[in-house]
């Protein structure tokens, strides 16, 4: 072709009915290249984006619940591992001074044992 070239993208899909040109033609601008049978959406039929959007906006309102329920569930989970932590810091104090008490009892024992 000795002519400027371009490339046709349809705005929408659909089945091409009929050429109007064939390659090789030269065309002006407006003028018909071809007649595309695009599917509309009928009065007793939603439009089938619309159905799209009603279904993402459901898995949207789904996935914010879910989102909500994991953060009470890890609140809950948070608040268990925080009691476990200050029970278990409780025990090693306890721990510690049971520690000490008996170090003071074993240093003491030779001391009675040298008097007898």
């Known amino acids: ?3 400027a070239m371009t490339r046709i993208v349809p705005s ?3 089945v091409v009915a009929s050429l109007a040109v064939h390659e090789g033609d030269t065309v002006k601008v407006g003028q018909p290249l071809a007649t595309v049978l695009v599917e509309q959406a009928s ?3 939603a439009d089938p984006s619309g159905e799209d959007l009603g279904a993402i ?3 949207h309102a789904l996935l914010d619940q879910q989102i909500d329920l994991s953060r009470h569930t890890q609140g809950d989970e948070v608040a268990k591992l ?6 278990a810091k409780a025990e090693i104090a306890s721990f510690d001074r ?3 008490f008996q170090r003071g009892i074993v240093k003491v024992a030779p001391e009675s044992w040298t008097g007898c």
């Open 1 to 3: 072709p000795n002519g």
């Open 12 to 14: 929408r899909p659909g």
């Open 43 to 45: 009065a007793s039929r």
């Open 57 to 59: 906006d459901q898995q």
């Open 82 to 87: 925080t009691a476990s932590i200050a029970e």
């Open 98 to 100: 049971e520690i000490e």
